[in-house]
Every structure is written in structure tokens, then in C-alpha cells.
């Protein structure tokens, strides 16, 4: 399940040009102590101690300081922005054990997560595209949003980077952006991210509960404190703004809404186990391995059951478990006829040729479109 949701980040962020990227886990406590990070949240780092220098280290908490380093790894040209830089990562915090709560509340988080570096003028449209992956995620789950403009709290100003001009100017370009675009939001006063503020899209599962998950997150505080620089077309200078952006969030908690969200019917593509072959008696399991091989060979996440239960009982234990499409091994399978598909949650079962079994389930197993 992990690897199908973060694959299907992938193929959705594929056509907008992002960079995969890979960062290390260690980091020393400087990095975090640029990023003010280290004074916001120290008592949720992990510190790690070397016995073989006093340098400090953590593990990090969060991967924005890192894509900083990225970007900053030589001159950039307006020419190459924007760039944009994703990777699904862990980070980790260091919660109270009265915090943690299943999957929802984790120490080890990974993340979907990307950071687009761009021109002024390119915020609008690298937010529209941004807006098009988490639209198009979302729908694929069958889950409506709602959107949070989430922004400072200006009666506590020591919360936050950066003075209020920065502030006034982040927060009035995602309301003009969100205007626009004639979408209706809610304000969320002191829901901003502490470099700046963000776009928040909650999500309503199937059992009416709402849930913050993605997020576009605007900063101008990041690159002036990492004096991140391009060379723009006039020749000068210039600071690049930072876009923080997030689809499913922590994948972790994700799967964890998911498991609810389903009560752990879930679609094919996305099932854990998506077909479980199940065999009539002893003599049909040496042709049931032969196609769980031929599916495990395609890409198909398939199991055999061979135990010595009855048929009925080995149909009932795949439904129990929710798996998607069960198929029982018999001689008539054995000899080349259709196969029945009992397809969980209907009546009828699913007649297949034969030869046409793997082309389907590659079909039903293929990401959303």
C-alpha cells in the first residue's frame, strides 16, 4: 500500500517536471539552527551524539532545510527555475508516548513530500499545478475537500520568521490566487506554518470525518535565511520563493484514515493482497503455483491457499479478509475453461477467458487516472 500511494504521488507529479531527490537522515544541528527550526521545535528533535567529534547531530525532523542545500549546491540561472525537488522521505520526531496513536501519530514520519523553487511571477501558476495532483488524488478516493487559507496570528508575532511586510505579502498573494480562482475558503487564523502561510485542503473520509492532509505552503523566510540567490533576466541578483507542498502527507497516518476510510475493502489497485488463488483439493495445486507465478510475474500482489480446508471455507476466509477478487483452482481451470472471479462486494462472480486473466487484472490493478 505504501509503494502504490507513492507511486501514484509520482505518476501525478510526473507531467509537471519534478526531480526526485535523495537526502540523508543525519544532519548536524546547524542546518536547523539556520532554519530557526531548532529554537521552534528543539524539544522535538531527535539529538544524536558521535563518540568520535562534539558536533551535534540530529535526526531530521523535517526535509525543507535539506532542499535548501539542493538549490544552494551552485549559481542558479532564472533559466532553471522553477526547480522543483520531491522524494518520499522520513522524518522524526521525538512525541510524548501520550501523543503517539496508531498510525495517525507516529514518531517516524514519511512524507510525500516536495519543495518548488521559483520566480515571483511563477508562484501563481506552480500553485495551479499543485492544485491539479492533490485535486486529482483526492478524487481517485472518492474524498471531497474543503480549503483553509491558514495564516499568522498577528497578536503573536514571536510565533513566526520574518517581519509583518513579508507576511502581508505571502498572504495576499494566496488570497488573490484562491480569488482567482473563484474558490471559496475559510480562514484559519494562527494555522500558518511558522515561515509563512499555507493553503490547507481538509479531506472527508467516508464516515463524515475531516482530515488536514494536503497542504501548498508559501515562504519567503527560508531562502533569505539560507541566502538562497539566482541570476534573474535583468542581470541581478535575486532571492527565489519557496513552496512547500504535500499531497497525502505523512503517509503513515494516510494509510491509517485509508484502513477507515474503506473499513479495509479497498479498491484493487490498491489492496494489499489483490487476488487470492484458492485450490479444490491437493491435485489442482500444482497448476494453481503455475499461475500465481504467471500473476506474481506480472505485477499482480497474489497469494495461494493450499491448506486442506473445504472450497466453501477458503472463499468465505478471503471475503473475511476483504480481498478483492478470489479465484477457485479446480479441474475446469485446470483443463483451460473460463475463470470465476468472486469479486468482493458483488453477487456475481466475474467470468474471464482464461488467457485473458492476466491482461485484466494488469488492467484493474493500473494506477487512477
Not at 494566496?174 to 493553503?199: D, H, Q, R, S, T
Not at 481538509?202 to 501548498?216: C, N
Amino acid at each position: 500500500m505504501r509503494e502504490a500511494l507513492t507511486a501514484f504521488v509520482q505518476a501525478l507529479m510526473k507531467p509537471h517536471g519534478y526531480t526526485r531527490v535523495w537526502i540523508p537522515h543525519l544532519a548536524k544541528s546547524d542546518l536547523y539552527k539556520t532554519s530557526g527550526h531548532w529554537d521552534k521545535f528543539s524539544d522535538d528533535i531527535f539529538h544524536v551524539k558521535s563518540q568520535k567529534t562534539d558536533d551535534e547531530f540530529v535526526l531530521k525532523p523535517m526535509n525543507c532545510p535539506h532542499h535548501t542545500q539542493i538549490f544552494a549546491s551552485k549559481m542558479r540561472s532564472y533559466r532553471e527555475l522553477p526547480l522543483r525537488l520531491a522524494e518520499a522521505t522520513t522524518v522524526y520526531r521525538d512525541e510524548n508516548t501520550g501523543q503517539l496513536q496508531g498510525l495517525t501519530r507516529v514518531r517516524s514520519i514519511t512524507q510525500d513530500d516536495a519543495h518548488v523553487f521559483c520566480r515571483p511571477e511563477q508562484v501563481k501558476e506552480e500553485v495551479l499545478k499543485i492544485y491539479d495532483i492533490i485535486t486529482k488524488f483526492y478524487v481517485a478516493f472518492g474524498m471531497p475537500l474543503r480549503i483553509r487559507l491558514s495564516v499568522d496570528d498577528p497578536e503573536h508575532p514571536e510565533k513566526y520568521l520574518g517581519g509583518s511586510e513579508v507576511w502581508t505579502k505571502a498572504v495576499g498573494q494566496l488570497k488573490e490566487l484562491l480569488g482567482e480562482m473563484g474558490k471559496e475558503f475559510e480562514l484559519g487564523i494562527g494555522e500558518a506554518a511558522f515561515y509563512g502561510p499555507k493553503i490547507d485542503f481538509i479531506a472527508t473520509d467516508a464516515i463524515g470525518r475531516e482530515w488536514q492532509l494536503a497542504t501548498i505552503q508559501l515562504d519567503f523566510n527560508l531562502p533569505e535565511r539560507f541566502e538562497l540567490e539566482y541570476h534573474d533576466a535583468d542581470g541581478q541578483i535575486k532571492r527565489p520563493v519557496m513552496i512547500h507542498r504535500a499531497i497525502l502527507g505523512s503517509v503513515e497516518r494516510f494509510m491509517g484514515v485509508l484502513i477507515e476510510h474503506y473499513a479495509g475493502a479497498f479498491p484493487f489497485w490498491l489492496a494489499p493482497t489483490q487476488i487470492r488463488l484458492a485450490t479444490v483439493s491437493e491435485a489442482f495445486i500444482p497448476h494453481a503455483q503455475s499461475v500465481l507465478v504467471e500473476l506474481v510475474e506480472a505485477g499482480i500482489r497474489a497469494e495461494l491457499d493450499d491448506s486442506n480446508e473445504k472450497v466453501g471455507k477458503k472463499i468465505r476466509d478471503a471475503a473475511t479478509m476483504k480481498i478483492p477478487w478470489t479465484i477457485v483452482i479446480g479441474q475446469k481451470e485446470v483443463d483451460g475453461g473460463d475463470v470465476q472471479v468472486n469479486v468482493f462486494g458483488q453477487e456475481d462472480n466475474l467470468v474471464i477467458p482464461a488467457q485473458e486473466l492476466i491482461r485484466k487484472a494488469k488492467e484493474v490493478s493500473a494506477l487512477p487516472q
